[in-house]
């Protein structure tokens, strides 16, 4: 007949105190990456709500019935309720800018800057801007 090995106390009391000592380590690492998950979730969002915007105002400069001169502030009010996107805005700044300075805002130019801003959870924000050009005012 075979005998049977049974554990010994201190066997046993050495395998709680190994597995007590790796499991905070672990669940530490899990909930690092939970974190890390979780910020590109948000910043994922971040950027598909702006290039979302962008696209707009990309596709509304190129349209026959709107074209440079809707793209104005008043067409793109601010957003702080974006359906699907919990806890999420958007803000749109159009300024009409000198063409030798960005910067500058300058009336009748025919080049303007947006600025998309999308703020989300835990303070998490991301900031875009490009320009819009009238073709006809340079003619």
């Known amino acids: ?20 000592l790796s499991v905070p380590a672990l669940m530490f690492q899990l909930s690092a ?11 994922l969002s971040l950027v598909q709500l702006a290039d979302e915007l ?9 349209d026959a019935t709107r074209g440079y001169d809707y793209i ?14 919990d806890g999420y805005e958007r803000h749109t700044t159009v300024v009409e800018v000198s063409g030798t300075d960005f910067a500058t805002p300058q009336a009748e130019s025919g080049i303007k800057r947006f600025r998309v801003e ?8 991301l900031v875009v801007e490009s320009f819009v050009t009238d073709s006809a005012a340079g003619a």
Do not use: C, K, W
């Open 1 to 20: 007949m075979r005998t049977r090995r049974a554990m010994s106390l201190i066997e046993v009391v050495l395998a709680i105190v190994v597995l007590g």
């Open 33 to 43: 990456a939970i974190e890390a998950q979780t910020r590109s979730a948000i910043h």
């Open 54 to 62: 962008m696209s707009e105002i990309f596709a509304d400069r190129t």
């Open 72 to 85: 104005t502030e008043a067409n793109y009010r601010p957003e702080d309720d974006l359906a699907g996107f």
């Open 118 to 125: 999308v703020r989300g959870p835990d303070g998490a924000s």
